[in-house]
């Protein structure tokens, strides 16, 4: 009977079992779940790529390549990245309608989803800037003093000290910001499209992008950029300015001159 008692089991003896168990299975997720988490990205990316290769054929091989190497009627799409993609047809700019000295912005003509598949087919071509997530290019908490600063030293000799853009040399022209998304901003910095030099982080750190981006979305918004001055006249500065004084100023001062000299002939034959 002293035997008997002896092998008889410990009452939580059941309970760490079990809890053994529940351990096991949790290591064994553990072990296995980011494993088939990461061959799901990577199925997906797959498809992704695929997909973007197919759209990329119909709508970007005839002036790029059938392998994204260039032709002589569009550059070579190789190491410009997934951010150049999302800019250049997440603005309208690509497919190009025709050749020019610039392309301008005009209606997208892909959705998002298309522009996502397309962007993962030419990163897969070679490596290059990769599209910002939110939180890159959203201005919360920036300096915009600070934002001011950096847009007046390295944007405003192109786009004008107000973002209303000016002209450029042969034909180009620096567009307007008035209107353009912030992840738009933040990829036009990393890539630097068409005429625009690019500001990768090594020269033009994250948070220096943001602090721009934040200086932008305030000239935009008409509740907090104020024109003390009154009539802006396009935010275009001296040009614009020297072109009122003139047209007005020196045109009422002929109309003053003119209607002097008349009283003055009047005066005289009476």
Not at 104 to 128: C, M, N, R, T, W
Not at 197 to 220: L, R
Request: net charge neutral; charged share 20%; hydrophobic share 35%.
């Amino acid at each position: 009977m002293k035997k008997l008692s002896a092998r008889r089991r410990h009452p939580l003896a059941a309970v760490v079992v079990l809890l053994l168990a529940l351990a096991a299975t949790g290591g064994l997720y553990a072990a296995f779940a980011p494993a088939d988490k990461a061959q799901a990205e990577e199925t997906s990316q797959s498809l992704a790529i695929e997909e973007g290769k197919k759209l990329y054929t119909v709508g970007c091989a005839s002036c790029h390549g059938t392998g994204g190497e260039g032709t002589t009627d569009g550059p070579s799409l190789v190491g410009v990245g997934s951010a150049s993609v999302d800019f250049q047809v997440g603005t309208g700019r690509m497919p190009a309608q025709q050749p020019g000295a610039q392309v301008p912005k005009k209606k997208v003509i892909y959705s998002q989803a298309e522009i996502d598949q397309l962007a993962a087919y030419v990163a897969s071509l070679g490596a290059g800037p990769i599209t910002p997530t939110e939180d890159q290019y959203s201005p919360k908490g920036a300096d915009v003093a600070r934002g001011g600063d950096l847009f007046r030293t390295n944007c405003a000799q192109c786009h004008n000290f107000t973002g209303k853009g000016g002209a450029l040399t042969e034909g180009k022209y620096a567009p307007t910001l008035e209107g353009v998304s912030n992840k738009h901003l933040y990829e036009a910095m990393q890539t630097g499209p068409q005429n625009m030099p690019s500001f990768p982080d090594g020269v033009m750190p994250e948070k220096e992008k943001k602090e721009i981006i934040a200086y932008v979305e305030t000239m935009n918004d008409p509740d907090k950029a104020s024109s003390p001055g009154g009539l802006t006249l396009g935010g275009l500065g001296p040009v614009s300015e020297g072109l009122f004084a003139w047209i007005f100023g020196l045109g009422a001062l002929i109309a003053t001159a003119v209607w002097v000299a008349a009283h003055t002939a009047k005066a005289k034959k009476s």
